[in-house]
Nanobody, 114 residues
Framework: QVQLVESGGGLVQPGGSLKLSCAAS????????MRWYRQAPGKQRELVAT???????NYTPSVKGRFTISRDNAKRMVYLQMNSLKPEDTAVYYC????????WGQGTQVTVSS
C-alpha cells in the first residue's frame, strides 16, 4: 500500500512555530530518502528539506537555520520543525519519498499571518 499522510499545519503568527508530521507506509519509507516540499498559491512546488536514510539533511537556503527535518525509522514518520515562521512560508506542505517521487499525499496547509 502506497500512503503518505501529512498533518500539523495551521494558522500561526509571524515568528511562531509549527511541527509537521508525515506518516508513511512501509513501501514508501523503507530505505528511502524523504523530503518535504511546499507549494504556495500561483507558484511551483519547491523542495524545502531532505533527509537521507542515514540522517543527513539538506535545506533550501530560505529555511536554513529555521527549519529542521527529522525521521523516526521505527515509526515510519518524517517531521518538519518550523521556527521563526514568515509570511512567505505560507504554502501547502507535502512530504515525498525518493522511492516514489511521483506519489503525493494530500498535504497540510500552513498559513503565517498576523
Amino acid at each position: 500500500q502506497v500512503q503518505l499522510v501529512e498533518s500539523g499545519g495551521g494558522l500561526v503568527q509571524p515568528g511562531g512555530s509549527l511541527k509537521l508530521s508525515c506518516a508513511a507506509s512501509r513501501i514508501i519509507f523503507s530505505a528511502a530518502d524523504m523530503r518535504w516540499y511546499r507549494q504556495a498559491p500561483g507558484k511551483q512546488r519547491e523542495l524545502v528539506a531532505t533527509i537521507t536514510t542515514g540522517g543527513s539533511t539538506n535545506y533550501t537556503p530560505s529555511v536554513k537555520g529555521r527549519f529542521t527535518i527529522s525521521r523516526d525509522n521505527a515509526k515510519r514518520m518524517v517531521y518538519l520543525q518550523m521556527n521563526s515562521l514568515k509570511p512567505e512560508d505560507t504554502a501547502v506542505y507535502y512530504c515525498n519519498s525518493a522511492n516514489f517521487p511521483s506519489y503525493w499525499g494530500q498535504g497540510t496547509q500552513v498559513t503565517v499571518s498576523s
